[in-house]
């Protein structure tokens, strides 16, 4: 998809350096290293922006891809998209399983202007903030207080929200 839309544009805050075996036969091992600043990345950048976990937690990979689903989101305004859907329902057909009726899709269109997108907030509950330490086994106890009191906050007062920019809260196309 993001192919289709010409890529997408990330601010992208730390170096993601990986070497990956394309799922593409023939193809064989590619190597990316996207650098810090403002990126177009194209659709196998993305991806593996948004997925590599190597040099990086699971929390960072998650924060990525939060990020770059919210850039797409952002780019992908009504006029840009119109010219593009006989393309974006080849890869929709081809990659998107759901049962939502074909029928009804060109009455869902307009809901991605009414969805006010640029007053999205995604936080993300990850250590250290959303942690309240560790089972026996060694897997992290969520600080299930603490992540409902900040959906709370986000509800009663998303302005506070709104410009943040840390390890859990992605409000623009900055990570």
Known sequence: MVDVFGGVEIDVEQRVQVRLLSPIEDVGWQQFDIQPGTRMLDGDEALTYARSRTGTSDYD??????????????????????????????????????????????????????AKLDQVISVGFTPPTYLDGRSSQGFNLPAFSRITETVQTVFDEPGAFRYQSSDTLINSDHC
């Open 61 to 114: 990979r998650m924060a990525r891809q939060r990020c770059v689903v919210q850039a797409v989101a952002h780019q992908g305004d009504l006029p840009r998209l119109l010219p593009l859907v006989p393309d974006l329902l080849d890869v929709v057909r081809t990659n998107v399983i759901t049962d939502i009726p074909v029928e009804i899709l060109p009455e869902m269109v307009p809901l991605r202007d009414i």
